[in-house]
């Protein structure tokens, strides 16, 4: 719903304290109460977020979900069993926050629009319609991934290699042309932001990326093919990748210190 870990966290609590201050015997449907509860947080801070910020972001990386490429533990498959891909985090955050709150609550979670209408203060029929609409822009966003993680894997080592080899036309092949890069650097833009279109100008970063290759350890994020880089024992960037077709359609880059500053680097395996 909020694409923030940190603002996720603030909303788990946020639901927690207000069912410690009811009494749980007057309420017939838990499951129901936590959803609205949560759905209505979810709303007022997404509302709160589009209120403070002064200026639009030029790029924004929604905060992504990272784990080891290989094993997991059975919290994180519990995670990434319901792992939203970074790139459609993306596209939601181009939604209003109706629009979003409609869209994940039906869409994900089948909850009816007679019940996401008393949240967004519409009628049911005004609910579909902003379901409706976020679902249009979703389908529109891009192809659908590849759903074999070993192929989108052999993608991503594909780049890589031929990053380090400062291989351009090695790059280009692996990329689709209408391949679009997004990478965050901050708020604070010690670390400039991009958006790059079309194959050639993302394999114009190939020294860029040949000297961070030899960094880049393999992992899972949202739940696909990606990569961190750890410098110096600190993560550097995490790198999501959406493979369609045999081909990178998109990469999200998020470099922000800041935001990075919590990752654990312990769980990832060394660079290959």
């Not at 899972?220 to 600190?234: D, F, T, Y």
Request: proline content about 6%; hydrophobic content about 50%.
């Amino acid at each position: 719903m909020l694409g923030s870990l940190s603002e996720a966290d603030d909303a788990v609590q946020e639901t927690w304290l207000r069912l410690s201050r009811t009494d749980a015997d007057d309420i017939e449907n838990l499951a129901g109460w936590l959803t609205t509860v949560t759905a209505r947080v979810c709303l007022n801070l997404l509302r709160a977020r589009d209120t403070r910020r002064e200026e639009p972001l030029d790029v924004h990386v929604p905060d992504p979900v990272v784990s080891n490429a290989a094993g997991m533990d059975p919290e994180h498959e519990a995670l990434l069993a319901d792992a939203v891909g970074l790139a459609l985090l993306v596209v939601l955050d181009t939604l209003t926050p109706a629009e979003r709150l409609a869209f994940v609550l039906h869409d994900m979670f089948a909850v009816p629009f007679e019940d996401i209408a008393l949240l967004v203060d519409r009628s049911p029929t005004a609910a579909r319609q902003l379901a409706s609409r976020a679902r249009r822009r979703v389908r529109d966003a891009g192809p659908t991934p590849d759903p074999d993680l070993a192929r989108q894997r052999e993608v991503v080592d594909a780049f890589f290699a031929a990053a380090r080899e400062g291989d351009v036309d090695g790059l280009v092949a692996v990329l689709d042309p209408d391949i679009v890069l997004r990478a965050d650097g901050g708020a604070a833009r010690t670390r400039p932001s991009m958006v790059l279109h079309g194959a050639r100008a993302v394999a114009g970063q190939a020294s860029y990326a040949r000297r961070l290759g030899r960094f880049v350890r393999p992992a899972l994020v949202n739940g696909a093919a990606g990569a961190v880089v750890v410098v110096a024992g600190k993560v550097f960037a995490v790198m999501g990748f959406v493979v369609a077709g045999g081909r990178v359609v998109a990469m999200d880059v998020l470099y922000d210190p800041e935001r990075l500053a919590g990752l654990d680097v312990e769980m990832l395996d060394e660079p290959g």
